[in-house]
């Protein structure tokens, strides 16, 4: 999860906290359940690019899939390493190595399954990058990218009554705007998307929405029975218009079919 000219390390507290609170679970658990609801039973060799501290990397080799996750920040690469190694029964799963979405040292077709959750919204556009992940995806296995949703920019800024703001981007329908961590995200549609897939030999599945009720709830750390009924809510939305137009974020899922 980071550009080319930042190091994500520094925002890293700001990150963990999120992750650990509602938004941040609601983003996890739902785009883990859709990648491992579409990996099946198998085990699967997996890349997950700008893994940041390592939270889908542990979630899949929990699951029993090979992972290997690449970062640009060296802060957070030593995050994630010192999560692997507070697990040990998963550690042998997981390779972490220090890498450019850009310049991924991988053969093609490497991989079954292909992460990128978090970054490219940080990046120039999202062409360049679609097409260096596309090309190590193995026939039959997925693309998964998660990133700012165009479609619903300003709507957490209405939500959160910042109106002169979100006014502002509602009306000029631009796609970037600053995010919680203080830094300028850019969006894409979900068109877009299945788009740069089609243009890299891979089939698009079904998008989702995600986190479409809470985005706007910073500070929210709901107790667990509330968190479940909310994720349940937010998983039935996920998949269904006119509701996942309004997620925050968009989990593109796109899959390379078998060749005879």
């Known amino acids: 999860m980071t550009t080319a000219s930042s190091d994500f390390a520094s925002v890293g507290a700001g990150y963990a906290a ?9 983003r996890h658990d739902i785009t883990a359940r859709r990648v491992l609801a ?14 940041g501290d390592g939270e889908m990397v542990l979630r899949l080799a929990a699951a029993g899939h ?22 040990p029964e998963i550690a042998e799963r997981v390779t972490l190595a220090e890498g450019d979405i850009y310049n991924l040292p991988f053969d093609d077709a490497s991989f079954e399954a292909v992460l990128c959750h978090g970054v490219v919204m940080y990046l120039p556009d999202s062409v360049a990058a679609v097409a260096h992940l596309a090309r190590l995806v193995a ?35 631009q796609a970037a705007s600053v995010g919680n961590l203080g830094i300028t995200t850019r969006g894409d549609t979900p068109d ?14 079904p998008w989702q929405g995600v ?15 509330e968190y479940q009924a909310a994720l349940d809510v937010e998983w039935a939305a996920s998949s269904r218009s006119p509701y ?12 390379r079919e078998v060749t005879a």
């Open 244 to 255: 996942r137009e309004l997620g925050r974020l968009v989990h593109a899922v796109a899959r």
């Open 18 to 26: 999120y992750s650990s609170g509602g938004r941040g679970r609601l």
């Open 211 to 225: 986190r479409i009720f809470h985005d706007h709830r910073n500070d929210w750390v709901p107790a667990e029975r």
């Open 139 to 173: 026939d039959g296995g997925i693309l998964s990218v998660l990133t700012k949703n165009q479609l619903a920019v300003g709507v957490r800024e209405a939500l959160s009554g910042d109106y002169e703001s979100a006014r502002a981007q509602i009306e000029s329908g």
């Open 66 to 87: 090979q992972v290997t996750g690449v970062e640009k920040s060296l802060g957070m690469l030593g995050s994630a390493a010192e999560r692997v190694a507070a697990v």
């Open 192 to 205: 877009h998307l299945d788009d740069l897939a089609l243009a890299n030999g891979l089939t698009p599945l």
């Open 38 to 51: 579409e990996l099946g039973d198998s085990p699967a060799r997996i890349l997950d690019v700008g893994c």
